[in-house]
Antibody
Framework: EVHLLESGGGLVQPGGSLTLSCAAS????????MTWVRQAPGKGLEWVSS????????HYADSVKGRFTVSRDISKNTLYLQMNSLRAEDTAVYYC???????????????WGQGTLVTVSS | QSALTQPASVSGSPGQSITISCTGT?????????VSWYQQPPGKAPKLIIY???KRPSGVSNRFSGSKSDNTASLTISGLQAEDEADYHC??????????FGGGTKVTVL
């Protein structure tokens, strides 16, 4: 059974940094693309970043490019999102999701974690 | 990349059918078969209910069906039930190798 568990959320001041983790189990973590999606309070879903399957190719939304970095540790079956220069508009629940495919970019996330809340406020 | 366009809300009575539209461009919905739909009950994580525009994952009710025409995808819920009350989100792969979501549609069962 696929299981994804996010951690690392919390309250951070504007301009601060935070690293989110997503522990994965139940599938071959190294071959599937993985994605971070966020949802601001009362808003829709917003794609943030993806990392490809075997290639490890990374992609970012324009809103986070240059500030966020996605990475993974295959030995620990863990996905990360390093977030720097955080802004109030980054406040959201952050979900990690496994993709349906093993391509170099995410196509259709199929399994999602329960999310972790990031609040950027002074 | 602009968000896909969905109606903010759709409602229907139990047993009725409703359809949610999701409009994009030739750079996303119109250009690829990777259109997915997610159901999100209040306070919960999204769940995949349609992939590749019209396919249902194992375990998803056949009351959910998807289709696509040109730059617009649609999700139809037949035989509406109280348990179908949730937010529904469409998603498409894009020419830039990214993903784009719609704004979400709140479904209310009257």
């Amino acid at each position: 059974e696929v299981h994804l568990l996010e951690s690392g959320g919390g309250l951070v001041q504007p301009g601060g940094s935070l690293t989110l983790s997503c522990a994965a189990s139940g599938f071959t973590f190294s071959v599937y693309a993985m994605t971070w999606v966020r949802q601001a309070p009362g808003k829709g879903l917003e794609w943030v970043s993806s990392i490809g399957g075997s290639s490890g190719t990374t992609h970012y939304a324009d809103s986070v490019k240059g500030r966020f970095t996605v990475s993974r540790d295959i030995s620990k079956n863990t996905l990360y999102l390093q977030m720097n220069s955080l802004r109030a508009e980054d406040t959201a629940v952050y979900y990690c999701a496994k993709d349906s495919y093993t391509y170099s970019s995410s196509r259709e996330p199929d399994y999602w974690g329960q999310g972790t809340l990031v609040t950027v406020s002074s | 990349q602009s968000a896909l366009t969905q109606p903010a809300s759709v409602s229907g009575s139990p047993g009725q059918s409703i359809t949610i539209s999701c409009t994009g461009t030739s750079s996303d919905i119109g250009g690829y078969s990777y259109v997915s739909w997610y159901q999100q009950p209040p306070g919960k994580a999204p769940k995949l209910i349609i992939y590749e525009g019209s396919k249902r994952p194992s375990g998803v009710s056949n009351r959910f069906s998807g289709s696509k025409s040109d730059n617009t995808a649609s999700l139809t819920i037949s035989g509406l039930q109280a348990e179908d009350e949730a937010d529904y989100h469409c998603c498409s792969y894009t020419r830039s190798s990214t993903l784009v979501f719609g704004g979400g549609t709140k479904v209310t069962v009257l």
